[in-house]
């Protein structure tokens, strides 16, 4: 996702100046390193002044690393629904390791041109084919087993 500051102004429901404040803020604080979070397009548009005549123009677009970091600073009921829903998927994140968008799952969109089904069931098939987990499984059951019998023993 690449936006310009009055795409990102708007999806916040605020001004370019504000938009321009935090990024001046994001790049001078090294929260983000402009170079590597913005490019610069040119396409052409038409002269405003010559009919029929065409110019190049030169318009700055940053990445969905700016838009996060601008959304946590804005103060709109936008920026704030934002806030409120990164939250939600950082905290199911930190609690579980892993958060999950169902209804894209459900209903894919390509909305990114990728439809990420396939990757995420290679990821879960690594994760459940790992020795590790099939160990760790393994001595919880012996466990648990062991407890069961020794309680069976006790109660005799």
């Keep these: 996702m690449w936006l310009t500051q009055q795409k990102i102004a708007d999806l916040f429901g605020v001004q370019r100046p504000a938009i321009t404040k935090h990024l001046k803020n994001i790049f001078e604080t090294g929260e983000l390193k402009e170079e590597l979070v913005s490019s610069i397009l040119e396409h052409t548009t038409q002269h405003g002044a010559i009919k029929g005549k065409t110019q190049e123009s030169?318009?700055?677009y940053y990445?969905?690393?700016?838009v996060i970091s601008v959304g946590y600073r804005v103060n709109s009921s936008q920026a704030t629904a934002f806030r409120i829903w990164a939250t939600e998927r950082l905290k199911e994140y930190i609690i579980k390791g892993f958060t999950m968008d169902d209804e894209r799952l459900k209903n894919p969109t390509n909305f990114f041109g990728k439809d990420?089904?396939?990757e995420q069931l290679a990821r879960i098939r690594d994760i459940r084919s790992s020795e590790r987990r099939f160990y760790q499984k393994r001595n919880t059951e012996n466990t648990c087993a062991y407890r069961i019998n020794c309680m069976k023993a006790i109660s005799i």
């Design 63 to 66: 990445n969905l690393d700016v």
């Design 58 to 60: 030169k318009t700055k």
């Design 116 to 118: 990420y089904f396939e």
